[in-house]
């Protein structure tokens, strides 16, 4: 079975910093373009970012919001993606989702999601 | 950026009646390499959000065929053939084309 968890939110003063984690199971994780999207409490959703598959370079896209401030990388020898978000701010407060692309789309399978809260 | 809205926002639906959701983009989703990558999301309540259209047109795995989409270019359609009552949720249409991906505001389904 797919599987996608998330780990790593919870509360941060403005200006912290939080590593997010997502943890891969059920697929071929290193052939997989993964995607992070966030959701503001009761908002729609929010692209932050997204790395391709080594075969395609492991390159990383992301969204100008976030540029300069957040990084997304992988570790395929441990199936898990990663969100470093730095200079954290209260516009920030979301659930960030992890998504897999598993041939069809990049958006083949979500996680559950992890709340971070930007706040002091 | 692709600007990505959707009409209407808000539908209520009769129980076994069709649905339709309208999306529409600021300019032309066609890649590069020929594809339109135009997806459509459902998220139920208090769940997180799933694929359930990909490419315009094309179901993903385990999506019931009473969803449909279709549309070019800019305008894209999302059609629910009989609502059901599992299908109460938001619906976005997103755009995976051009970098930064963008999302529609979302379509609130649910039942009269």
């Known amino acids: 079975e797919v599987q996608l968890v998330e780990s790593g939110g919870g509360l941060v003063k403005p200006g912290g910093s939080l590593r997010l984690s997502c943890a891969a199971s059920?697929?071929?994780?290193?052939?997989?373009?993964m995607t992070w999207v966030r959701q503001a409490p009761g908002k729609g959703l929010e692209w932050v970012g997204r790395?391709?598959?080594?075969?395609?370079?492991?390159?990383?896209d992301h969204a100008p919001p976030v540029k300069g401030r957040f990084i997304i990388s992988r570790d395929d020898s441990r199936n898990t993606l990663y969100l470093q978000m730095n200079s954290l701010e209260t516009e920030d407060t979301a659930v960030y989702h992890c998504?897999?692309?598993?041939?069809?789309?990049?958006?083949?399978?979500w996680g559950q999601g992890t709340l971070v809260t930007v706040s002091s | 950026d692709i600007v990505m809205t959707q009409t209407p926002l808000s539908s209520p639906v009769t129980l076994g009646q069709p649905a339709s959701i309208s999306c529409r983009s600021s300019?032309?989703?066609?890649?590069?390499?020929?594809?339109?990558?135009l997806n459509w999301l459902q998220q139920r309540p208090g769940q997180p959000p799933r694929l359930l259209i990909y490419?315009?047109?094309n179901r993903f795995s385990g999506v019931p065929d009473r969803f449909s989409g279709s549309g070019a270019g800019t305008d894209f359609t999302l059609k629910i053939s009989r609502v059901e009552a599992e299908d109460v949720g938001v619906y976005y249409c997103?755009?995976?084309?051009?970098?930064?991906?963008?999302f529609g505001p979302g379509t609130k389904v649910e039942i009269k």
């Open positions: 300019q032309s989703l066609v890649h590069s390499d020929g594809n339109t990558y």
């Open positions: 059920g697929f071929t994780f290193s052939n997989a373009w």
């Open positions: 790395i391709k598959s080594k075969a395609y370079g492991g390159t990383t």
């Open positions: 490419k315009i047109s």
């Open positions: 997103m755009q995976a084309t051009q970098s930064p991906q963008t």
């Open positions: 998504i897999a692309g598993l041939g069809a789309s990049e958006y083949d399978c």
